[in-house]
T-cell receptor, first 116, second 111 residues
Framework: DTEVTQTPKHLVMGMTNKKSLKCEQH?????MYWYKQKAKKPPELMFV???????INESVPSRFSPECPNSSLLNLHLHALQPEDSALYLC???????????????FGPGTRLTVL | QKEVEQNSGPLSVPEGAIASLNCTYS??????FFWYRQYSGKSPELIMS????GDKEDGRFTAQLNKASQYVSLLIRDSQPSDSATYLC???????????FGKGTRLSVIA
């Protein structure tokens, strides 16, 4: 089973709202990722967690706040977003971050975020 | 120099033909390579991975890797309209870091 789940599927929020995106995997993977994808662009890495610790932050604005409560869960807390933050937010997981074939990344279905 | 390059397309092929998708990468130490398929509005789905020079076949899909030329390709035989999607080439950065994606090639299979 290579399933990564994400909730919600769709989210519409105002610029003053606070919301959270959730991601879950039960494959025993120790690396989890958040990507942002705009239309007709490739996924753009935001954050990487390795063994529940933040290992990479790709200079993402502080209005995006990741959290990894345990090895199976990954959250992305959103606050004071801008309309240009509207995008598909993808969660992925892999066994580790080594980049070998054994560290293949599997993506969840994504959350389509619209910021009004 | 961009790290992973793909022709953005669109690449149009007739149903039943072979579709050939190409990708070049700049990091010579890259060891493994991934092809993802992404339908419009959906998330990327892994279809092939390869780490050895040569060909790797899986059903109608064949991945080809040439590390000396820093080139990886994906062939889709007997293309079907359901293969119409964007194909993303992904390569890990050197060291203990995650994937770098190419911009993707949009494939259109015409019935």
């Amino acid at each position: 089973d290579t399933e990564v789940t994400q909730t919600p599927k769709h989210l519409v929020m105002g610029m003053t709202n606070k919301k959270s995106l959730k991601c879950e995997q039960h494959m025993g993977h120790r690396a989890m990722y958040w990507y942002k994808q705009k239309a007709k662009k490739p996924p753009e890495l935001m954050f990487v967690y390795s063994y529940e610790k933040l290992s990479i932050n790709e200079s993402v604005p502080s209005r995006f706040s990741p959290e990894c409560p345990n090895s199976s869960l990954l959250n992305l807390h959103l606050h004071a977003l801008q309309p240009e933050d509207s995008a598909l937010y993808l969660c992925a997981s892999s066994h580790n971050t080594g980049g070998s074939i054994g560290d293949t990344q599997y993506f969840g279905p994504g959350t389509r975020l619209t910021v009004l | 120099q961009k790290e992973v390059e793909q022709n953005s397309g669109p690449l149009s092929v007739p149903e039943g033909a072979i579709a050939s998708l190409n990708c070049t990468y700049s990091d010579r130490v890259s060891q493994s390579f991934f092809w993802y398929r992404q339908y419009s509005g959906k998330s990327p789905e892994l279809i092939m991975s390869i780490y050895s020079n040569g060909d790797k076949e899986d059903g109608r899909f064949t991945a080809q890797l040439n590390k000396a030329s820093q080139y990886v390709s994906l062939l889709i035989r007997d293309s079907q309209p359901s293969d119409s999607a964007t194909y993303l080439c992904a390569v890990p950065r050197s060291g203990n870091t995650p994937l770098v994606f190419g911009k993707g090639t949009r494939l259109s299979v015409i019935a």
